[in-house]
């Protein structure tokens, strides 16, 4: 045989598909079990090149036509997978270079000589590492390219979108990672990137299978091709795994060794599926398949039951001795028999059901997050947030302790967001204090599925789950972190119920009927019970969209099935509905409605007064201008594109999840009001919203083809991201997925370090009998909660008792459990100074009718665990243990401009409309700071409504004015003095502090910083 016949057959042997497909699965088939030694990658590589070398040489001899050409076209993952195999070549040449010195040539000395390393080696690789990665890239590029043309001239189904889909989306995750790895450094990305790489080589198998089969066997091809039986072809063998661990108690943690037999497993799955309809007819396959899919749903459930039945053996713990492992074993039973059930009730139907996106996936997510977020025990800190670990808790304890309704009877300060999980746990198990925490994998569960389902919307269910449960992806997000007192950190999650909202809007779009709307509505009652500011933020989204698409449509003359009427009569009709539901519970629990709807708009309104921050931020920085500039502008962006391709472009076209995009847009924007307010940059750090978000699923909103090139810039514009503000956050646990635990007699599941407040807890218990509670006023609502007493009042914080209408509801309350007897202790200050003067602003000023009425029912008693007990006038404390008497306390106050305010702005005009009980001079005065001033009065006027002390002044320059009176130690009112040509009228509430109720106090003593000409001099009888 002549040369040139030799040469033309291995070209004829290299040049058909079969030899691109072996080659290529080969190198995939090594890559994937990370057994590439450098022999073997060299022989890969020079197998890479021969077929290219020959293919070139002879491409003239025509041969196989699919063989030798490359779409015009190319599919994404042809470009992800060739760049994946290229770095990781790259990476694992570099991985495996020697630069250590080797040789003394010519004696030469250096730096590099001193410590033995091979500078010029090091140069080689540098070469040798940009040559190989171009050159695999191309080598791959060049097979994947004939391969894709080959699917592309077979009649498969779908042109096997969903193994192309597969493979592009492991391969660009995978990237993701191994680029994420160097940029970040940490090692738990590579285990996923193995996860990774093995499910990009199954997927790829599958599209050589399904390419295989197609002349072999059409059926078992389009088999293949179905994307629920891929989904499940790839969790069976985990479904195995855990169905293992239950029956042998196993240890639930996953190492490389499955890989081994997962590979098996996966076969088993395939084979056993051609066997099933084997010479079965097309549709009793349609109907056997969708059997086999449904029987799969709880199939699949098996892994998160474990958990569960772990809940469910402490709950049956006092009923029936039986272990962990038994409950286990028995839910793992149970859902092997409702499989079988599933299957025989559906072994006739042909439903077209998305399986995988709309159960498959979603369980994964869900059971990811339960592995994640799930704990047997809370460990408690030593030192408590005694507010916010509080204020989290008291809702639910006082529900289940004294049956105070959400909203009705007492308002949490978050809504029902912290209250689902804890209420559901204290219905089945019982209250006890802390352990309602251990639920809240339940609403976590809830929020990421619903994260899920908006990134479905955005891209596809596939890369949703891959996205969400395998890249640092859920750390983008904003929202508050909150350990709920134990050690486990919890992703934030603390906007996503706001998609409930987005989906049901999307959902309605499609037919946006009656029903449909009253149905969105109600969602955003839901949000609004969920947390006030994200219902406010959700009714305003979705009027915005849909009013401005009806306003468009009715400029436009376009005809639409969403009518003006019905968006508001079923708004108002939902509002009528929720109104008379609070009517019903407020009459049931004998509460006023009026009083309930006034409280909740006066906690709307004035959240921005009585809550802001002096400044959003420390000062200038890029961070400030990125938090509060170029994070918003990202949601305007948003607005501005709808609104000009409605209305300059006339795109009535609007994609279902781009409308989904720009309710979330609007909403981010409405609450990240919060920024200005009080989750300041100063306080929260940096918060994305979902700001962060919405920038990356820019090239969705504004692609209107394909995916892919917007899922190429999704991936690219988080690595950027993450590459400037890196967030390690993963949803995958390490370790074993699930503890097991045999609990005995529903025992505690909280260690507790309560010496923080032991002794006053005990101190509280043995002064008070069961009918009766006491008054906090230091913002330590979890003082309720360890003591289990009652709550009286319908706000939590502190800081809320203030104005006018607020003040006097709780006044109201505190007089009618002040005469039954009810509250005879009062918690007047704590150890956290910050507590007692929160934001600089002091309890007393802020709530200063409230601690008028204390000083003149209320004395002080002294000190127990560093926290200050006031008890009433008229009891006697039956136990003093622990309490150090000691009765005296400082009353400093720096008012600031307050006096100045209260003078000038305030709407019930006090400086006019209140008697004036003594004038303090008799005419204008000088003062300077050289010279102060002693203003005399009759100690026995009338105090019984407060006082205040009005000053008419007129100074050129800023200072400051205090003011001093009182026995030692004495209380001292400082305040600013605002430069003007005439007098100004300051108004200080004096009463609020303690001396002046409770002394015979006959003068004050008044200095200033500054030369001023004190006008008038007044005490007023208060309002």
């Known amino acids: 045989m002549s040369k040139l016949k030799i040469l033309k057959l291995i070209n004829k042997i290299y040049s058909t598909p079969q030899i691109y497909l072996s080659t290529s699965f080969f190198i995939l088939f090594l890559i994937t079990l990370k057994r590439i030694s450098v022999p073997n990658s060299i022989t890969a590589i020079l197998l890479l090149l021969g077929t290219m070398f020959t293919h070139l040489i002879f491409i003239k001899i025509k041969f196989s036509k699919a063989a030798n050409k490359i779409n015009k076209k190319f599919s994404p993952w042809i470009f992800s997978l060739s760049a994946l195999l290229s770095l990781f070549t790259a990476n694992h040449i570099f991985n495996n270079a020697n630069l250590i010195l080797g040789n003394f040539a010519d004696r030469i000395i250096g730096i590099a000589v001193f410590e033995g390393v091979d500078v010029a080696a090091r140069s080689f690789l540098y070469i040798e590492l940009v040559a190989v990665s171009i050159i695999v890239f191309l080598l791959t590029f060049f097979i994947f390219s004939k391969i894709d043309h080959l699917i592309d001239r077979l009649n498969t189904k779908n042109n096997l979108k969903n193994e192309r889909d597969l493979l592009f989306t492991f391969s660009l995750s995978s990237l993701f990672l191994l680029i994420f790895h160097y940029l970040n450094g940490t090692e738990i990305f590579i285990n996923i990137f193995d996860i990774l790489v093995f499910l990009t080589f199954l997927s790829y198998l599958l599209l050589l299978a399904t390419i295989f089969f197609e002349k072999v066997d059409k059926r078992f091809s389009l088999l293949l091709t179905n994307g629920d039986l891929q989904v499940l072809s790839f969790l069976f063998p985990l479904v195995i795994f855990f169905t293992r661990w239950a029956f042998v108690n196993g240890s639930f943690t996953f190492n490389y060794g499955y890989f081994y037999p997962y590979f098996p497993l996966w076969i088993a799955f395939w084979v056993f599926i051609r066997l099933f309809v084997w010479h079965s007819s097309q549709e009793v396959t349609q109907s056997r398949v969708y059997s086999v899919l449904s029987a799969g749903i709880p199939m699949l459930a098996i892994p998160v039951s474990i958990s569960l039945s772990n809940e469910i053996q402490y709950t049956l713990s006092n009923v029936l001795p039986w272990s962990a492992h038994r409950f286990a074993t028995i839910s793992t039973f149970f859902l092997i028999g409702t499989s079988a059930i599933f299957y025989f ?71 029902i967001s912290y209250m689902v999980g804890q209420t559901l746990y204290s219905m089945i198990n019982g209250y006890r204090p802390f352990e309602p925490w251990l639920w809240e994998w339940i609403t976590k569960i809830f929020e990421v599925v619903l994260l899920y389902f908006v990134l479905s919307k955005i891209t596809n269910p596939i890369f949703s789950a891959v996205t969400i449960i395998f890249i640092p992806f859920i750390g983008i997000f904003g929202g508050q972190h909150f350990t709920y007192g134990y050690n486990t950190y919890l992703a934030s999650t603390y906007y996503f119920t706001s998609f409930l909202a987005g989906l049901t809007l999307v959902w309605v779009l499609k037919k946006p009927n009656f029903l449909r709307l009253t149905i969105l509505w109600l969602a955003s009652v839901f949000l609004l019970t969920w947390r006030a500011d994200f219902g406010i933020a959700s009714f305003a989204s979705i009027l915005f969209i849909l009013l401005t698409v009806l306003l468009y449509r009715k400029l436009n003359s376009i005809k639409t099935k969403l009518k003006l009427k019905n968006v508001l009569f079923s708004l108002v009709l939902v509002i009528a509905f929720t109104l008379l539901l609070v009517i019903t519970l407020s009459v049931a629990n004998k509460e006023s409605f009026i009083e309930i709807l006034r409280l909740n708009y006066e906690f709307v309104k004035f959240q921005a007064l009585a809550q802001g921050l002096l400044t959003i931020a420390n000062s200038f920085s890029p961070m400030s201008v990125f938090q509060y500039l170029i994070l918003p502008s990202i949601s305007i962006f948003y607005i501005l594109v709808f609104i000009f391709r409605l209305f300059i472009r006339k ?27 009080r989750q300041t940059l100063v306080v929260l750090g940096y918060n994305s919203y979902l700001f962060v978000f919405l920038a990356i699923c820019i090239p969705f909103y504004l692609n209107e083809g394909k995916k892919e090139i917007s899922t190429f810039l999704f991936i690219a514009i988080l690595l950027a991201y993450q590459f400037i503000l890196p967030n390690n956050t993963l949803l995958v646990k390490s370790g074993p997925l699930i503890d097991k635990y045999s609990w005995k007699n529903k025992e505690s599941r909280v260690r507790v370090n309560d010496s923080q407040y032991k002794i006053l807890k005990t101190f509280l218990n043995n002064n008070l009998d069961d009918d009766q509670t006491f008054l906090d006023l230091t913002s330590s609502p979890l003082l309720y909660v360890v003591s289990n007493r009652k709550f009286i009042n319908y706000f939590t914080p502190n800081a809320y008792y203030t104005s006018e209408l607020i003040q006097g509801s709780v006044l109201e309350k505190i007089e009618k459990a002040y005469k039954n007897g009810e509250i005879p202790i009062v918690i007047f200050r704590q150890p956290d100074t910050n507590a007692n003067n929160i934001d600089g602003v002091p309890n007393e000023i802020r709530s200063y009718r409230i601690y008028e009425y204390i000083y003149k029912n209320y004395k002080a008693a002294g000190y127990v665990n560093g926290y200050m007990i006031w008890v009433s006038n008229n009891f006697t404390l039956k136990n003093t243990n622990g309490l150090t008497v000691n009765k005296s306390f400082i009353q400093d106050f720096n008012l600031k401009k307050l006096p100045y305010i209260w003078g000038t702005y305030d709407n019930l005009r006090a400086k006019e409309k209140t008697v004036i009980l003594s004038s303090l001079i008799n005419g204008p005065e000088v003062l300077s700071p050289t010279k102060d001033a002693v203003l005399s009065f009759d100690k026995n006027l009338d105090k019984s409504s407060g006082n205040y002390i009005h000053l008419r002044v007129q100074n050129d320059n800023q200072g400051t004015l205090k003011i001093v009176y009182g026995q030692s130690p004495q209380s001292t009112i400082a305040m600013d003095l605002i430069t003007s040509n005439k007098p100004i009228d300051y108004l200080i509430r004096i009463s609020s502090q303690y001396s002046w109720t409770n002394q015979n106090t006959n003068s004050i003593k008044i200095y200033t910083s500054t030369k001023i000409n004190l006008v008038q001099a007044f005490i007023r009888k208060g309002d």
């Not at 800190?381 to 302790?401: K, V, W």
């Open 345 to 415: 009730i559906n072994r006739r139907s042909q439903s077209k059901t998305k399986f995988a996106q709309n159960y498959f996936l979603p369980i994964l997510v869900a059971t990811v997050v339960m592995f994640n977020s799930h704990t047997n025990f809370i460990e408690t800190p030593r030192g408590f947030d005694m507010f916010h670990n509080g204020e989290n808790l008291i809702a639910t304890q006082q529900l289940f302790s004294f049956q105070k309704i959400p909203f009705v009877n007492i308002f949490p300060t978050h809504g």
């Open 651 to 677: 795109d009535t076209h609007f994609a279902g999840f781009k409308y989904l995009l720009l309710f979330l847009a609007i909403f981010s924007l409405i609450i990240s009001i919060r920024s200005v307010q």
